[in-house]
């Protein structure tokens, strides 16, 4: 387990240091699990292929039925929710905490509800 | 000799001695009867009297002086009562029309009583002017003000500490508190950082709030935290602060300058209007959040699941936005 945290935090590292620059990331849960660090889980393919700086942003678009995502670590600028969502930890993680420069939640048309859990963390710095 | 007087004077000291003897047993009695749960009344002066003077008080009971201890009723029908020489413990206080009770800064007001969800040990203040009584000195601050039981302010409202203008000033611990009547805010201090936390272990109601929206507060020199520690349960209509039941937080209006934190580490917290001045920010510790009405903070916002899920309800058409940006 360690050891995996170990290769996840090296790759979320590796990541980050891309600096691919501002990019906004859209969720899909296309990918083979729910996890933040799934390539296929996000749109557009860019390089790295999931959200993890501090210049890009994610989007969890509102979906039938919501979406769980599995949170890793990691820092990016701004997170939107607009429809239902599930956070948890991400496979091989523990307690994982996603911070950004803000956190943004529309009701939309029905109301929208975020639960997080397995211990994962959203947060934000603050000014 | 003149026996008729030796025997007389043997009579006296007869009478003397049965006297003596009924005293001691009349003692002996007294002494058999349980402390506490009596009704004591102000018999003190209008004027400022101070709470651990004896004879400012008569046991209806035993039809004697006495200051009322921590499991009597004490009642204040009229005049002044000034905490500033000792801490208070009693079993229940009830201020009348045309009494005050005021703390010297210091000094502590704690009030027992067997069972929250009775009416015993309530705390009650019926018809105190809330600019201050007649005869009210001046606008002090309540040093310690632990409620251990419900309170409820009646009539025009009214308590120590206000700051003449219905704002209702505590340190410590609320347990439960009910404002109604007059206009009214509750704002929990904390001057020292040494000092306890403000927090409200149960709710507050504030039923006609001030400037279109009770208001509860956090203000002082330190980074305060308004920490709802039960299960909690909180409705809101009017624009106030209603934390009803088991202890959520409902904020319904911008909370005023000076408010940090909002802090819900378990129960819920409630966002029923705009409140936009959280300059701290809001942390959500294993509770849940209600958003209905467009919510924002400049401060931190933390969902913190470690201790439980967090759940966040944001209402349809409104939006939650957090942090700097």
């Given at each position: 387990m360690r050891l995996l945290e170990a290769k996840r935090a090296a790759l979320v590292l590796g990541c980050c240091a891309t600096l691919a620059g501002a990019a906004v990331y859209t969720w899909t849960g296309g990918g083979a699990d729910d996890d933040w660090d799934t390539c296929g889980n996000w749109t557009p393919h860019l390089t790295p292929c999931y959200p993890c700086d501090a210049d890009e942003d994610a989007t969890i678009p509102a979906s039938l039925g919501g979406y769980d995502v599995g949170l890793i670590t990691g820092e990016i600028k701004d997170l939107t929710v607009q429809g239902d969502?599930?956070?948890?930890?991400?496979?091989?993680?523990?307690?994982?905490?996603?911070?950004?420069?803000?956190?943004?939640?529309?009701?939309?048309?029905?109301?929208?509800?975020?639960?997080?859990?397995?211990?994962?963390?959203?947060d934000t710095q603050g000014c | 000799?003149?026996?008729?007087?030796?025997?007389?004077?043997?009579?006296?000291?007869?009478?003397?001695i049965h006297w003596t003897l009924l005293l001691s047993v009349a003692a002996m009695l007294l002494s058999a009867v349980p402390a506490g749960a009596y009704y004591f009344e102000w018999i003190g002066p209008y004027v400022t009297g101070d709470w651990t003077t004896a004879t400012n008080w008569w046991n209806c009971e035993t039809q004697q002086y006495g200051v009322p201890g921590a499991n009597d009723t004490a009642a204040i029908?009229?005049?002044?009562?000034?905490?500033?020489?000792?801490?208070?413990?009693?079993?229940?206080?009830?201020?009348?029309?045309?009494?005050?009770?005021?703390?010297?800064?210091?000094?502590?007001?704690?009030?027992?009583?067997?069972?929250?969800?009775?009416?015993?040990?309530?705390?009650?203040?019926?018809?105190?002017?809330?600019?201050?009584?007649?005869?009210?000195?001046?606008?002090?601050?309540?040093?310690?003000?632990?409620l251990a039981q419900d309170v409820t302010i009646h009539g025009s409202g009214g308590i120590v500490g206000h700051d003449c203008a219905g704002t209702y000033y505590a340190r410590g611990v609320i347990t439960s508190a009910t404002l109604q009547g007059g206009p009214a805010e509750l704002t929990l201090s904390r001057d020292d950082p040494w000092d306890e936390r403000p927090s409200i272990l149960g709710y507050v109601r504030i039923a006609a709030p001030l400037n279109n929206g009770g208001i509860v507060g956090v203000e002082g020199n330190q980074r305060d935290v308004l920490t709802l520690t039960?299960?909690?349960?909180?409705?809101?209509?009017?624009?106030?602060?209603?934390?009803?039941?088991?202890?959520?937080?409902?904020?319904?209006?911008?909370?005023?300058?000076?408010?940090?934190?909002?802090?819900?580490?378990?129960?819920?917290?409630?966002?029923?209007?705009?409140?936009t001045s959280l300059s701290g920010g809001v942390l959500l510790d294993g509770a849940s959040m209600e958003v209905n009405q467009n919510f924002s903070t400049l401060g931190e916002f933390e969902a913190d699941s470690t201790n439980g899920d967090v759940t966040i309800e944001v209402a349809p058409g409104r939006t939650l936005h957090c942090g700097a940006g």
């Open positions: 969502a599930t956070f948890g930890a991400a496979g091989g993680t523990y307690a994982p905490t996603m911070t950004g420069d803000t956190i943004t939640i529309t009701g939309g048309q029905a109301g929208t509800t975020v639960i997080v859990t397995d211990g994962a963390t959203l | 000799m003149d026996t008729s007087l030796l025997s007389g004077a043997e009579e006296d000291s007869d009478v003397r029908g009229h005049g002044m009562v000034q905490i500033g020489i000792a801490d208070v413990d009693v079993g229940s206080l009830i201020i009348g029309p045309q009494a005050h009770v005021y703390l010297i800064d210091g000094y502590t007001l704690t009030i027992h009583g067997p069972d929250p969800s009775t009416l015993d040990g309530w705390l009650e203040f019926r018809g105190v002017g809330v600019g201050g009584s007649a005869g009210h000195q001046g606008c002090r601050r309540v040093s310690y003000l632990h039960t299960n909690a349960k909180t409705s809101t209509s009017d624009g106030t602060w209603r934390a009803a039941g088991n202890g959520t937080l409902s904020v319904g209006v911008a909370v005023s300058g000076g408010a940090e934190w909002i802090a819900a580490e378990d129960g819920a917290l409630e966002i029923n209007a705009a409140c």
